[in-house]
Structure formats: structure tokens, C-alpha cells
């Protein structure tokens, strides 16, 4: 299984926090977020980060890691 978690405003805008998914051969960062949840398109401005280091969102996952997604990270 791969765990999935979502943080900050990400959380509100999919309604939930956390989540998990069966992998297959393939499967990338987008495409979890498309399977955990088809009706929020993924922003282009979404940081992803597999196994605790950020990764493009092509990036492959394989079984047993962890896909967190953030928003944009702004400075002020």
C-alpha cells in the first residue's frame, strides 16, 4: 500500500487528510493524486514530496512509500 497525505489548505480543498492506495506498475505522484481524488484537478503550484524528500510529480512510487502533497510555500 502507499500512503497518501494531504496538508494546510490541501486538506480543506480534497476533504481529508490522509488516505491510501493499491499501487501498479507506473504509478506516479499525479497519478495518485488522481486516484485518491479525481474530482480536484492537480495544481501545476503543488509540492509533492515521496518518502520525506520533494520529487517532481512524475516522480515513479512504488509499494510502501509515502505521498505527501502541499500547497505552494509563500514568503513574505
Known sequence: MISVKFFASLR???GMG???VTPHP???ARGVW???CPQAAFG???L?????EYVEPDHPIENGD???????VTGG
Open 12 to 14: 480543506e480543498r480534497v
Open 18 to 20: 490522509e488516505s491510501s
Open 26 to 28: 507506473g504509478l506516479t
Open 34 to 36: 488522481s486516484q485518491v
Open 44 to 46: 501545476e503550484d503543488i
Open 48 to 52: 509533492v514530496a515521496v518518502n520525506h
Open 66 to 72: 509515502e505521498v505527501a502533497f502541499f500547497p505552494p
